[in-house]
């Protein structure tokens, strides 16, 4: 009889001792639950706030093929001077610093600009540019609303370009703001600085420097000014974007140039 309680206690000691280390193990799963949503919580709060700030994300490598850096610039451009709180500008020491960062991460594969700019500052959107063709990762760029004026180095500056079917290139003479000393030398300086602007567009992509030189200084099509709007399949077929495409073609190409190099590898 005494076996007999003592056999039931033990199995009631072992229940009670397996149903406490289940719940233990249940309360620490559940805690482990938690961290893991506060955590996505947190990294979907930091991205949306960088998003907001730079315009600027990964590519979330869990769901999608590598590891795709996405860049925009919107507005205008800015340079040494800020420019008004209503306008919608990139800075580019927020650009510079960042492209930096990519071409030193070894978790980064890809870079995607996306483009939709006025045009703005000349040496910091060249400066941009340069920066966007040293990179030793793969590039593509996608033309949205526009890359007028000196966002047409930008837009050449990678591999690979696409534009949407109704996005626009401005192509035109170099411009100043301000006062301007109306002697020869400050002529000089305005055709060096375009010298070093079509230089760049010519080194990197297929139109001509007496071509786009030519599309500079058109004056039948705007009304104020003189250049050459270009929309869509017209930026293609005068050789300075690669191809007419959207989001899906950009992304997909530049998956395509990850991969080509990783199997070469």
């Not at 996608?142 to 000196?150: K, Y």
């Not at 400050?186 to 071509?211: E, L, M």
């Amino acid at each position: 009889m005494g076996n007999k309680q003592e056999n039931k206690e033990n199995k009631e000691n072992k229940e009670h001792k397996e149903n406490k280390e289940n719940k233990k193990e249940k309360n620490e799963k559940e805690g482990r639950e938690e961290e893991r949503r506060e955590a996505k919580a947190e990294a979907e709060k930091h991205r949306d706030a960088r998003i907001e700030s730079t315009g600027q994300l990964t590519l979330d490598e869990n769901e999608s093929q590598h590891n795709i850096h996405l860049i925009t610039i919107i507005g205008e451009i800015e340079g040494h001077d800020n420019l008004g709180g209503s306008s919608k500008t990139t800075k580019y020491e927020h650009i510079l610093p960042q492209l930096a960062a990519i071409e030193d991460s070894r978790k980064i594969d890809g870079v995607l600009i996306l483009l939709n700019t006025m045009g703005g500052d000349v040496e910091a959107g060249l400066a941009i540019a340069e920066m966007i063709a040293s990179l030793s990762k793969p590039t593509v760029s996608l033309v949205l609303g526009g890359s007028h004026s000196i966002g047409v180095p930008i837009a050449v500056s990678t591999d690979y370009s696409y534009i949407v079917p109704t996005g626009t290139m401005v192509i035109h003479p170099v411009r100043l703001n301000g006062m301007v000393i109306g002697v020869p030398q400050t002529f000089d300086y305005f055709k060096q600085i375009q010298n070093r602007i079509t230089g760049f567009v010519c080194g990197h992509c297929k139109i001509s420097k007496p071509r786009l030189e030519e599309l500079m200084m058109e004056t039948g099509m705007l009304t104020k000014d003189v250049g050459t709007v270009l929309v869509g399949k017209e930026a293609v077929e005068e050789g300075i974007i690669n191809e007419v495409g959207g989001i899906r073609d950009a992304i997909a190409h530049l998956h395509e140039m990850v991969r080509k190099i990783k199997d070469d590898k």
